[in-house]
């Protein structure tokens, strides 16, 4: 099945830098990628996605970029606010839902 | 207008027990799934109902059995509780436009189980 990895666990940036956190996955035939966001006590909410038909995604501050040959998806984050903070998590599909494990970003200001 | 609700928000009880959770979406989703949130907040799939039929089913065990009344509404009903169901369990539905799975899904709340 479906094993998807997620780097790094934790982030800590200074406000207004960009933070980039990584995913690889396994399975070739996924090809839908969301990223979740986090916040503490909250529920996931999804903040970017991208199909395996895009290789770049751009969405104000937020942007996604996938590598199918290498099976791998990041997340980019520009301009960094304190908001930003939370933990974020990549998932990969075929026909489910694969979550890593999420990346704890914390954003100092 | 919640999109999509869970209750209880908090469940605290005691081993053995029977429980239930319940989910309510109203946003005319066809799909909706029961995900488990552990500890170290991995987050992994255990149901999902396309317009009341059972799709996916992890390898959950037995004592959580999945209820759909209809497609508004998937309900999460667990016996015996063990120490170990202590999570946060979200419902979360999407639409299917014919690709499975691959639409966004909308989180609930979450309900936090504590299992003494």
């Known amino acids: 099945g479906e094993n998807v990895e997620q780097h790094p666990s934790t982030l800590s940036v200074q406000e207004g830098d960009s933070a980039v956190i990584k995913c690889t996955y396994s399975?070739?035939?996924?090809?839908?990628f969301p990223w979740y966001k986090q916040e503490l006590g909250k529920r996931p909410q999804l903040i970017i996605d991208?199909?395996?038909?895009?290789g770049e995604k751009k969405d104000q501050r937020i942007a996604v970029t996938l590598n199918k040959t290498a099976k791998h998806f990041s997340l980019h984050i520009t301009e960094t606010q304190p908001e930003d903070s939370a933990v974020y998590f990549c998932?990969?599909?075929?026909?489910?839902?694969?979550f890593g494990a999420g990346t704890i970003l914390r954003v100092k200001s | 207008d919640t999109a999509v609700s869970q209750t209880p928000k908090y469940l605290v009880t005691q081993m053995g027990n029977d429980k239930s959770i319940k989910c309510e979406q109203n946003l005319g989703h066809d799909t909706m799934y029961w995900y488990k949130q552990d500890s170290k907040k991995f987050l992994k799939i255990m149901f999902s109902y396309n317009n009341k039929e059972l799709i996916i089913n992890e390898t959950v065990p037995n004592r959580f059995s999945p209820k759909s009344p209809d497609k508004a509404h998937l309900n999460l009903h667990i016996n015996s509780l063990e120490l170990g169901d202590s999570a946060v369990y979200f419902c979360?539905?999407?639409?299917?436009?014919?690709?499975?799975?691959?639409?966004?899904?909308?989180f609930g709340p979450g309900t936090r189980l504590l299992v003494l």
């Open positions: 998932a990969a599909s075929r026909s489910k839902l694969v």
């Open positions: 991208i199909r395996s038909n895009v």
């Open positions: 979360a539905s999407s639409q299917n436009l014919g690709v499975s799975h691959q639409e966004t899904q909308y």
């Open positions: 399975d070739s035939a996924s090809n839908y």
